[in-house]
T-cell receptor, first 116, second 116 residues
Framework: KAGVTQTPRYLIKTRGQQVTLSCSPISGHRSVSWYQQTPGQGLQFLFEYFSETQRNKGNFPGRFSGRQFSNSRSEMNVSTLELGDSALYLC?????WGLGPRNEQFFGPGTRLTVL | EDQVTQSPEALRLQEGESSSLNCSYTVSGLRGLFWYRQDPGKGPEFLFTLYSAGEEKEKERLKATLTKKESFLHITAPKPEDSATYLCAVQAQLNAGGTSYGKLTFGQGTILTVHP
């Protein structure tokens, strides 16, 4: 069974540009969450989608947005990039409801974004 | 606000020298506590989920335990390939609307180095 895939794996952008990152969850998983990982702040929750609806959002500015498609694939967008947005962006998928194995989140390899 | 504190920040062991990593947490109703392993440049790899105090889970040389305030990851006779960053995360009970399935709150991690 294929794991979570993220594209692209690496990106270099300049300040002021915008970027779109993509995540394909494990087959059958309906919940997708996004996290930002930096050396100083660690892993921080960005947002969570289930059945094309945003269920929860972390404390990030409105420049960070996302969406989920009917096939559960998800994209996140960052507009007007700032130097501080340089980070590893991780996507995690889960079945999306209840307890037990359905609650387990599996991460993709991440997209390394560098803002110059 | 949910909080997770991991200790120590870094741990150096000799091959075969058993030890434990600590994860202390405060959460408004624990739905699950997760342990992940992360290698440099990769996404976190799922290890365990624990749901209630007293629960224990094992996988090869790793054993995770849970109390009402903390979790321990015991590493028995570690090998150099166990070197990685170990992350602990908590997931809170569903909110009043019952719509938040995901959101993991992570600790800063423990960097484990096992020398041959």
């Amino acid at each position: 069974k294929a794991g979570v895939t993220q594209t692209p794996r690496y990106l270099i952008k300049t300040r002021g540009q915008q970027v779109t990152l993509s995540c394909s969850p494990i087959s059958g998983h309906r919940s997708v969450s996004w996290y930002q990982q930096t050396p100083g702040q660690g892993l921080q929750f960005l947002f969570e989608y289930f059945s094309e609806t945003q269920r929860n959002k972390g404390n990030f500015p409105g420049r960070f947005s996302g969406r989920q498609f009917s096939n559960s694939r998800s994209e996140m967008n960052v507009s007007t990039l700032e130097l501080g947005d340089s980070a590893l962006y991780l996507c995690a998928s889960s079945l999306g409801w209840g307890l037990g194995p359905r609650n387990e989140q599996f991460f993709g390899p991440g997209t390394r974004l560098t803002v110059l | 606000e949910d909080q997770v504190t991991q200790s120590p920040e870094a741990l150096r062991l000799q091959e075969g020298e058993s030890s434990s990593l600590n994860c202390s947490y405060t959460v408004s109703g624990l739905r699950g506590l997760f342990w992940y392993r992360q290698d440099p440049g990769k996404g976190p790899e799922f290890l365990f989920t624990l749901y209630s105090a007293g629960e224990e889970k094992e996988k090869e040389r790793l054993k995770a335990t849970l109390t009402k305030k903390e979790s321990f990851l015991h590493i028995t006779a570690p090998k150099p390939e166990d070197s990685a960053t170990y992350l602990c995360a908590v997931q809170a009970q569903l909110n009043a609307g019952g719509t938040s399935y995901g959101k993991l709150t992570f600790g800063q991690g423990t960097i484990l180095t096992v020398h041959p």
